[in-house]
C-alpha cells in the first residue's frame, strides 16, 4: 500500500513526493530528524522529541519551518491517513535547496527550510521478540563528529557500526571513546550494578535521548538509584545487567558485550521493569 507523506505544506502518496537534487540535505547532510513512536495510533514523548527538533536547529543556525501546533497536527494526520497502529514517524528539516551547491549557508530568508515526514508501520513494536531476548552488542571506536547532541542525519558512520555488528553476528554496536562508552549506534547505553543504574552524562558527546530522560524520571520515581557517569567496556562486561533506550526500542536488554556474557545471558529484572514502566507511562502520557 502506497503511503501518504508530507513534504513542504502537501500531503502526497509517496510516489509522488520529490526533493530538488541542489537540497542541502542531499549534497551535505545539512539538516535535522526526529524518530517518535506510535503506540495504539498515539504519538509517545511527542513535546520532547519537538524540544530537541527546535534546540537541534537552533545550534545550527536553521530557521523553525513549522510551529509545534502544526507540527503536532502533521504528525496525528499521518498517522490516521496511514492507518498507524504501533510505529514510527519520521521527521526530518533541512536548510533547504538554494538551487546550486555552496559550503556557505543561505539566507534563511531567500532559501525556506524542508521539511518532510512519513510514517512506518511497526505491528510488534511491543511485543518484539528482539527485546525479548536482548541484544549482543560489538565495541566499535567512536569515529564521529563532535555535537552528538544535535539530532543531525549525518548517519554514515552509525550505519557502518550497524555493519559492523552485523558482520560479527551481534544486534548493534556501542561506541567507545578514549576507553569509554559514549553510546550505541542509534541509542543510549546502560548498565545495572548492585542495583544501581549507570549511564553517561549528558554533553556533546552523546544525543541527548528523549527516552532516556523519560527513564531516568521514572526510575527515580520508582526509587531506582540512578548514576550519570561514563564506564568502559570491561566494566560493562562485568556488570549485573546492561540495555539501551531510545524512541523505536524503548528499553532493550543486552545480553553480552564483545561475546562476553552479562549476567545469565538473559535479560535482567532492572531492564525488564524499566521497560513496562516506560510502556506503561508512555501510554498514559501518549498524544
Ligand atoms: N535514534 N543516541 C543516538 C546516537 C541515537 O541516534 C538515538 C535515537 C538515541 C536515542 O534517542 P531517543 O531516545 O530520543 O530516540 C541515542 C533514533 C531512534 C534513530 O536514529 O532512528
Known sequence: MSRTVYVNGEYLPEEDATISIFDRGFLMADGV????SVLGGK???FDGHAARLARSLAELDMAQPITYEDLLAVHRELVVRNQIDNGLVYLQVTRGNPGDRDFVF?????????????????????DSPVAAAGIEVISVPDLRWHRRDIKTVQLLYPSMGKMAAKAAGAGDAWFVEDGQVTEGTSNNAYIVRNGKIVTRELSNDILHGI??????????????EVEERAFTIAEAQSADEAFVTSATTFVTAVISIDGAQIGDGK?????????????????KAAL
Do not use: C, H, N, W
Request: net charge negative.
Open 33 to 36: 530528524y526526529e524518530v517518535t
Open 211 to 224: 527516552t532516556r530522560a523519560a527513564v531516568l524520571r521514572y526510575a527515580a520515581e520508582a526509587q531506582m
Open 267 to 283: 535479560p535482567g529484572p532492572v531492564a525488564r521493569r524499566l521497560r513496562e514502566i516506560y510502556i506503561d507511562e508512555s501510554l
Open 43 to 45: 504519538l509517545i514523548d
Open 106 to 126: 543561505p539566507d534563511p530568508t531567500e532559501t525556506p527550510g524542508t521539511v518532510v515526514l512519513f510514517t512506518q508501520s511497526k505491528p510488534d513494536l511491543i
